[in-house]
């Protein structure tokens, strides 16, 4: 176990290349096991998602290798079980897109359900409507779901919420059934729109995605193929809000500055200069943020997983934010590590409200999830003094070496073993 430990009040100057998209990868991995040959992954993140999943379908019999420059070639021939047990998938929310992948593959599917961020109920009974529909009997039994098939047809399916999973998850499934699926109102994360255009590499036929139509014709079978992981929106939001939180000066590279809009817009009008550079966003800080209200939404409104960053910003910022959390029921247990920091924000329900203050002083705090985690970087960063995040497995989760990439801009951080 280890803690990060961070002295503020440094201001943040330089250039990050952005890794790959965590989400995009948790689906592209999975998605190569329905080819019948061998498939190349390129720009995946070094992160421990990734790991964990290179090692859950290793287990299930694929051979797997990734090296150092994140790439993963992945040979499904030898990959035979569909069953994920518990003791897998337990690490990894994102495991649950096996059930879309092994329904299709083989018919069948029992994948316990997953762990993931403890960020509210993340139930997955649209994923379940969508198989359904596809002709799939599904049940929940001890933790287990268990789907069965003889023969998946294509359907129309309408989403009661717009979800990423379910929307991925039935592209996963209706790939390789016969006929065509229709997925209305479908998430229109580019993420989504990744999984589409490497499925149909392998031979599929996905049209829409990244509208909130998507239609799959089946195919009868699916080719290996090769992929390049798109930048991580996320990543780079964590990045572009660590300037501004710093009154720093940080171009993030390697990105899609389109993805970024809803982020570019709200740091804007806090204050931040940011300047578009073909794959590159300069993000130059202002002494101190001005306040600005916020409200997650599907995309391309403002991401739910930045919200919790942007928060930390907010905390210091000169005036009074409103914050709305519409997409989780739970996203703002990490109020309390930034209150111990000195932030005022008041939660209720799903709207908190934070009255920034000119200082926030370092303390011992929790990184209570992944984004929570990056959260209080951000805010250690701006605070006076020395802040202790614990809790770093969290952030490893999503965000590769993350103490180097701060320090190659002038943070001062650092990974120290916890006693
Ligand atoms: C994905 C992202 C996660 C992000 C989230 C929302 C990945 C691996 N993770 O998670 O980082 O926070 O999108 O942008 O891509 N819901 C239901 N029933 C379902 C499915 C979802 O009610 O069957 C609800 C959820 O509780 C939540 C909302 O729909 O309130 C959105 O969830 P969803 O888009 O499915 O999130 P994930 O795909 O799990």
């Known amino acids: 176990m280890s803690k990060l430990v961070i002295k503020g009040g440094r201001r943040l100057i330089g250039a990050v290349k952005i890794a790959g998209s965590k989400n995009a990868s948790v689906a592209v991995i999975p998605a190569s096991l329905l080819a019948s040959g061998e498939s190349t992954i390129d720009n995946l993140p070094d992160i421990t998602d990734v790991t964990t999943f290179a090692e859950i379908i290793s287990d299930l019999g694929a051979e797997v290798s990734l090296n150092r420059d994140g790439r993963m070639v992945i040979n499904p021939n030898g990959f035979s079980s569909w069953q994920a047990p518990y003791e897998l998938v337990k690490r990894l929310r994102a495991s649950y897109y096996l059930l879309g ?109 990244g509208t909130d139509v998507i239609r799959v014709k089946g195919v009868k079978s699916l080719r290996g193929s090769e992929h390049s992981v798109v930048p991580d929106d996320i990543e780079a939001s964590t990045f572009m809000m660590s300037s501004v939180a710093s009154a720093g000066d940080v171009t993030v590279t390697g990105v899609i500055p389109k993805h970024l809009d809803p982020i570019i817009a709200k740091l804007r009008e806090a204050g931040a200069e940011i300047q578009e550079n073909g794959d590159s966003l300069r993000v130059i800080g202002p ?133």
């Open 101 to 209: 992948v092994l329904l299709a593959k083989f018919g069948r599917a029992e994948v316990a359900l997953p762990g993931g961020c403890n960020i509210g109920l993340r139930p997955v009974d649209q994923h379940i409507k969508g198989f359904k529909a596809l002709g799939a009997e599904a049940r929940l039994e001890h933790g287990i779901v268990k789907i069965q098939a003889d023969r998946l047809k294509g359907a129309p399916i309408y989403l009661d919420v717009v979800s990423v999973g379910a929307t991925i998850n039935i592209m996963l499934a209706a790939t390789l059934a016969q006929g065509v699926t229709t997925i209305e109102n479908a998430a229109k994360e580019p993420h989504v729109v990744s999984l589409a255009n490497y499925l149909n590499s392998m031979g599929a036929k996905v049209q829409g995605a």
């Open 287 to 419: 002494e101190r943020p001005m306040a600005v209200n916020i409200k997650t939404l599907p995309y391309p409104g403002f991401p739910t997983d930045c919200q919790q960053i942007f928060v930390a910003l907010m905390a210091r910022a000169d005036g009074i934010s409103v914050v709305q959390e519409t997409i989780y029921d739970n996203r703002f247990g990490y109020a309390n590590e930034l209150i111990r920091m000195g932030a005022s924000v008041k939660v209720d329900g799903r709207t908190a409200i934070v009255e920034g203050v000119p200082k926030l002083f370092g303390a011992p705090v929790r990184a209570t999830d992944l984004r929570a985690g990056a959260a209080m970087i951000v805010a250690g960063l701006s605070a006076e003094g020395k802040t202790e995040v614990y809790g770093v497995e969290h952030i490893l989760r999503g965000y590769e070496h993350v103490v180097d990439k701060y320090r190659s801009i002038g943070a001062d951080i650092v990974e120290e073993k916890e006693r």
